[in-house]
């Protein structure tokens, strides 16, 4: 069994010969691997872990983003942001939103700069389809409300969703747009070989969705069907990322089309793996769930293996499983967990 014949068992919820595996982890923490395995290439790593997955990118070929005298820079849709840095790495926050100051769509015409979809090299994923013929691969960062908040803050769009419908309409159109042009064109390089669409909208906090069923289905259920529909329209697989407290938007999530959900953060309020399971686990894949806040950054080698135990154990029976963290592995993780996480001799 080659690992996307694994991943595909999984999904059709048949036990595979072993729970697939799937690893996303901040630059820091490929930093960590590469010094263990005296590598810089990330395919060794990927391979010494066996891991059955990959993701494809495309690569940004358009002008170059402006950067200021203070060091900061332009972001998707013209939002400045700077690198933040910890005692740990570095991340990216928003310093102006390129919309907040928006009242009406026509304002947003004004201030929002959004990059030609054209603009991309689609060729590397042809390429990467190619290199990885025996790998489950999954590409895409399709967003009907994440990119929005990279541009507004979400309090004024949580507002707008209450009190100005027609702006927040507007913005959310402008990038689900945008985005079914750079998904048609990212799946087309792929040739029918991609095997999942990922959908990437954080809807929820860590204790309940961010807005009522109602309003989450007036303002995303058609924009969801579209990236289905383009999803399936080259034979991929619908893979939601959605952080937090998801458990009250789930029955809507599978009615819409969505096959795998990802991260499962069972630190979060109804997100219990077990209850998960027996609800749901005929309907949905999980992907993700081993604990990044508090086992594997704070946690004994011992701890992460018998966490990962667990998972595999509730979420994996009869398939519908896919190992991985339920965020992208952190640099506060260290590289001993991230190897017990991956110790499949052990399961």
């Not at 579209?226 to 937090?244: E, M």
Request: aromatic content about 10%.
């Amino acid at each position: 069994m080659n690992c996307r014949e694994r991943v595909l068992f999984a999904l059709n919820h048949v036990q595979p010969d072993r729970v697939p595996t799937d690893l996303q982890a901040v630059s820091e923490v490929w930093g960590k691997l590469g010094k263990y395995f005296k590598t810089t290439d990330q395919e060794v790593i990927m391979n010494a872990l066996e891991i059955d997955c990959r993701w494809l990118w495309t690569r940004f070929s358009g002008p170059a983003p402006r950067i200021y005298p203070d060091g900061s820079y332009e972001g998707w849709g013209g939002s400045i942001l700077r690198k933040v840095c910890n005692q740990f790495g570095s991340y990216e926050e928003v310093v102006k939103y390129a919309v907040d100051e928006a009242e009406t769509p026509g304002d947003i015409d004004q201030l929002l700069r959004m990059p030609d979809p054209d603009d991309y090299d689609y060729s590397s994923v042809t390429e990467m389809c190619k290199s990885y013929n025996d790998y489950f691969l999954l590409a895409g960062c399709a967003s009907m409300f994440y990119f929005p908040t990279l541009v507004r803050s979400m309090e004024n769009i949580l507002v707008d969703m209450a009190l100005n419908s027609e702006l927040a309409h507007d913005l959310f159109k402008r990038s689900v747009d945008w985005h079914l042009a750079y998904h048609e064109r990212l799946l087309a390089a792929g040739k029918g070989r991609i095997d999942a669409l990922q959908i990437a909208d954080d809807f929820s906090t860590q204790l309940a969705p961010l807005m009522s069923g109602d309003m989450f289905r007036t303002y995303f259920r058609e924009p969801f069907k579209k990236f289905v529909d383009l999803g399936k329209s080259y034979g991929a697989k619908i893979y939601l990322h959605c952080c937090g407290s998801v458990y009250k938007l789930i029955p809507d999530l599978v009615d819409w089309g969505v096959e795998i959900l990802d991260p499962i953060q069972t630190t979060a309020a109804d997100m219990d793996p077990q209850n998960l399971k027996i609800q749901f686990g005929q309907k949905l894949t999980f992907h993700g769930a081993a604990n990044t806040q508090s086992i594997l950054p704070c946690g004994t080698p011992d701890d992460v293996r018998n966490s990962a135990r667990e998972l595999v154990k509730i979420l994996g029976k009869d398939g519908g499983y896919i190992l991985s963290a339920c965020h992208n592995i952190q640099a506060d993780v260290p590289v001993e967990n991230v190897l017990a996480l991956y110790e499949l001799r052990n399961r």
